[in-house]
């Protein structure tokens, strides 16, 4: 099985700031890592993926997140953010491969992001 | 752009009646998972389903979890006699074939009483 650790319950910014929401994983396999995201009342909305390839990826909304397999993480980052980013973000893995297209995701317990003006 | 959609958005309910959450994935996927979230906590998977038939379940979808596909568009779970420990949102999620990304409706939140 596998597990997903976010750090950061909560990180606060100030707008046109930098953040990075970190996203450790534990796995005996390789994965699939994802990003979510969940504004208030709403589902979760994919942000990004990372599936294979180039280890830096890029999602909606200027977010990106780099891949790390020796040091197991897959942190969120954004070089200047916005009011709107204000969301819970989750990040998720689930094992890859072949015939696996129904796998299970495992979730983090989410960063709650909230940006300041 | 296709969604996934959910209905009840809220039900409160007594401890010990059946709730039935529903679902209308989006209209070509053919994977369809539910996962809870109680308050405070990570999202859980609950099951996927396929082809009609559970794929996997995990160790919280015990028997008085059920799910159907009773038609080409809803996909449903019933719970059969709520206790409060279910209290939780539920989240519905569909793919499609080829992709290993879920797509995920805006959730029903379940209140047992």
């Known amino acids: 099985a596998q597990s997903v650790t976010q750090l950061d319950s909560q990180v606060p910014v100030f707008e046109e700031a930098p953040v990075e929401l970190r996203c450790n994983y534990s796995?005996?396999?390789?994965?699939?890592l994802f990003w979510y995201v969940q504004y208030p009342n709403q589902g979760l909305q994919l942000l990004l993926k990372?599936?294979?390839?180039?280890?830096l990826v890029k999602g909606i909304n200027g977010f990106e997140a780099e891949f790390n397999k020796s040091q197991t993480s897959f942190h969120l980052r954004k070089p200047s953010v916005h009011i709107s980013d204000t969301a819970e973000y989750f990040c998720?893995?689930?094992?890859?491969?072949?015939?696996?297209?129904?796998?299970?995701?495992?979730f983090g317990r989410g960063t709650q992001l909230t940006v300041w003006p | 752009e296709p969604e996934v959609t959910q209905t009840p958005s809220h039900q409160v309910t007594q401890m010990g009646q059946e709730v039935i959450l529903r679902c209308v994935p989006i209209?070509?996927?053919?994977?369809f998972y539910w996962y809870r979230q109680i308050l405070g906590q990570k999202v859980e998977f609950l099951v996927s389903?396929?082809?009609?038939?559970?794929?996997?379940k995990s160790e919280i979808f015990d028997d008085q979890f059920s799910v159907e596909r009773p038609d080409g568009s809803n996909f449903t779970l019933k719970i059969r006699s709520t206790k409060l420990e279910d209290s939780a949102m539920y989240f519905c999620?569909?793919?499609?074939?080829?992709?290993?990304?879920?797509?995920f409706g805006p959730g029903t939140r379940l209140t047992v009483t």
């Open positions: 999620a569909s793919s499609a074939p080829g992709q290993y990304e879920q797509y």
């Open positions: 796995s005996s396999v390789s994965v699939y």
């Open positions: 990372y599936l294979s390839g180039s280890t």
């Open positions: 998720a893995v689930r094992t890859a491969g072949r015939g696996s297209t129904l796998g299970r995701l495992y």
């Open positions: 209209s070509n996927h053919l994977y």
């Open positions: 389903f396929y082809n009609n038939e559970i794929s996997e």
